[in-house]
Nanobody, 123 residues
């Protein structure tokens, strides 16, 4: 059984930082792409960043470029999202997702999803 478990969300003030973790079980990172998505109330789920753990390629959407850093610890089957300089518009439920050879920000590219972790940035 494949499981993705996110952690690290919380309440932070504008300009603060959080580090999200996504611990994966039931898959190995060799063949998977891992993405971070977020969904704010009343809005569609949107991709934030993705990584190919087998070769370290990383990608970021424009709103988070330069503020967020995605990384992976392949020995721990865990992907991280370091979020700095947080803004109120970053407030959302953040999800990690895994897809076989997945790349990009289309949710349909990903087969497995975590339960999400809430990030709230106060102004």
């Amino acid at each position: 059984e494949v499981q993705l478990v996110e952690s690290g969300g919380g309440l932070v003030q504008t300009g603060g930082s959080l580090r999200l973790s996504c611990a994966a079980s039931g898959i190995t990172f060799d063949d998977y792409g891992i993405g971070w998505f977020r969904q704010a109330p009343g809005k569609e789920r949107e991709g934030v960043s993705c990584i190919i753990p087998s070769d370290g390629r990383t990608y970021y959407r424009d709103p988070v470029q330069g503020r967020f850093t995605i990384s992976s610890d392949n020995a721990k089957n865990t992907v991280y999202l370091q979020m700095n300089s947080l803004k109120p518009e970053d407030t959302a439920v953040y999800y990690c997702a895994a897809g076989l050879y997945a790349l990009g920000y289309s949710p349909g590219n990903y087969d497995y999803w975590g339960q999400g972790t809430q990030v709230t940035v106060s102004s």
